[in-house]
């Protein structure tokens, strides 16, 4: 073999080696990656925003913001203990009632963003989600004490126990309540497709993921004059809050 054959040969050789390497050092990345997405965290600015510090034992980053949300351990779930803050297309801020602004972002930081259906549906951070009617009843049940498999499940106790303790309306039967479990539902009323925005300080929408038929999905509600946790069926264009329960291992 001739010296300029050699060289070209080693040449070979050191290209492959490199390239080998590279491939092995960008799988490297990858997978830190995905365990730094997984963690709910963003250490990557770049692909991400940045999170604040917070105590993880109370607290999660949403990665794709940096906002951080409390949640609760509610007998065998874990909900967001806030009602969702995503700014997601065509979700809105409520105002005053009879007013829908998408600005009035002061009320968002109170209440959470209100979303249509559609885009409730897949609005949740990483390593969560839209409960659905049975994630729902199970809460209802635990918060009143009752038992039973039967949905939809209504309740005449359960939100006495998962309003928060501030926030509703004056009401000689309701009004506040005793946030028993660290849900601390609030009154962020809801809005619709025509710019309508009601009942802010007065109920509380969440929507559900299950559908009721091709127009109308589920959603739970409490209010301020009565101590009720109940479910209705609403047109899918409707605005409500969100609130994401924690997927299962």
């Known amino acids: 073999m001739t010296d300029f054959s050699i060289l070209k040969f080693m040449d070979n050789k050191n290209f492959i080696r490199h390239w080998l390497l590279g491939k092995r050092f960008l799988a490297i990345l990858i997978v830190i990656a995905a365990m730094f997405f997984a963690s709910g965290c963003a250490i990557i600015p770049f692909l991400s925003a940045s999170c604040p510090k917070h105590d993880s034992a109370t607290h999660f980053c949403d990665a794709r913001d940096g906002k951080i ?6 007998g065998e779930q874990i909900w967001m203990a806030e009602n969702l803050n995503y700014n997601a297309p065509d979700s809105k801020c409520g105002g005053t009632d009879g007013d829908l602004k998408d ?16 885009t409730a549906k897949t609005v949740c951070p990483a390593g969560w989600l839209i409960p659905s009617n049975a994630d729902w009843d199970k809460l209802f049940r635990f918060a009143d004490g009752t038992t039973g498999a039967s949905s939809l499940c209504e309740s005449p106790t359960a939100g006495k126990y998962l309003k928060a303790a501030n926030g509703w309306n004056a009401s000689s039967v309701s009004g506040n309540g005793e946030d028993k479990f660290g849900f601390a539902a609030l009154p ?18 969440w929507w559900s993921s299950s559908e009721y038929n091709v127009t109308d999905a589920y959603s739970r509600l409490m209010y301020y004059s ?24």
Do not use: H, P
Request: charged share 20%; aromatic share 18%; proline share 0%.
């Open 226 to 249: 009565n101590e009720n946790a109940s479910w209705y069926n609403n047109i899918k264009a409707t605005l409500f809050s969100v609130r994401c329960l924690k997927e299962s291992d």
């Open 69 to 74: 949300y409390k949640y609760a351990a509610i």
């Open 188 to 205: 962020g009323g809801y809005g619709n497709s025509s710019g309508f925005f009601g009942n802010s300080g007065k109920g509380g929408y």
């Open 103 to 118: 600005k009035r972002t002061a009320n968002c930081d109170k209440y959470g963003r209100l979303y249509n259906w559609e």
